[in-house]
């Protein structure tokens, strides 16, 4: 199976049509078609229906579609590390949403300024989602909140706390409060993370399992969560700062009390061989928490 293949396969289905993804590709439609039904031929499964307007995916087509983008994404990220004559490449950062992010971006400006063929690109998702791109080689490194079990990889402790509590609006009952305690929760309507390690440590802050709670909704990411506190659905459980909320805001968020706040770790698999960038890059993060005066005079 040739890579050539797994491309000309990408654009049929980002065109939704052989004869459209031809022209893009320069070549011929029955040449393609013939590629598309030999790749078919070789897997010994049908990936594509072809419809009189426009081609659809079989459900081994969805799944050959996630796994060939892989694939050349991650042949793409090698030749890029490959070709680098200088101190230069990509780097390829998964991350979940918090403020603690502010030291990895001052670690790559500070970086980007020495080095300005260092290019930085990030994945926003969930722990699941970064450490299954982790895995399979697709990032060089995750920044997570309050890790899982790390076994297969190494990991430094970022010098960063999120604070946990709740979002909502402010004409809410419970936003004249100074903090919201555990009892506060019975019956509130929950909008809340479907990350398995952040419903664990709510569940133990709480004291009760959290599907006693009352969840009205969930979320992978906060931005939309906020909307659905804005409209009145319920209380979003999340961390501090994500929102930006101003004076004229309609949104406030209270603390947890007994106070509940969650460590940050940056990740990379073990044995890992990093590019000059990436190698880079770790050693400039060091830096900065070994010394707090190098991240403190970059503003």
Known sequence: M????LKYFLAVVEAESISAAAKTLHITQPTLSKQIRDLEGELGKQLIIRGSKKISLTDEGRLFHKRAQE?????????????????GGDIYIGCGETEG?????????????????????????????????????LLDFGVLISPPSLSGYDSIQLPFSDTCGLLMRKD??????????PDDLTDLPLIISRNENSRRAMSKWAGQ???????????????????????GVGYAYCLDKLIHISEDHNLCFKPFEPKFEVD???????????????????ERLTRFIDNPMDNNQLK
């Open 71 to 87: 694939i050349v994404d991650l042949v793409s990220k090698t030749q890029s590390e490959i070709r680098s004559e200088h101190v």
């Open 209 to 231: 399992n959290i599907e006693a709670l009352n969840i009205v909704a969930t979320f992978n990411l906060i931005l939309n969560a906020a909307l659905l506190v804005e409209e």
């Open 2 to 5: 040739e890579i050539r293949v």
């Open 264 to 282: 940050m770790s940056l990740v990379w698999k073990k044995h890992q061989i990093f590019s000059g960038a990436s190698t880079k890059f770790l």
């Open 101 to 137: 992010m502010r030291l990895i971006a001052k670690a790559i400006k500070s970086l980007r300024q020495d080095y300005p063929l260092i290019h930085v690109h990030l994945f926003s998702g969930n722990v699941t989602d970064v450490m299954e791109r982790l895995d399979k080689g």
């Open 172 to 181: 809410s009952p419970l936003a004249n409060r100074d903090t919201i305690r």
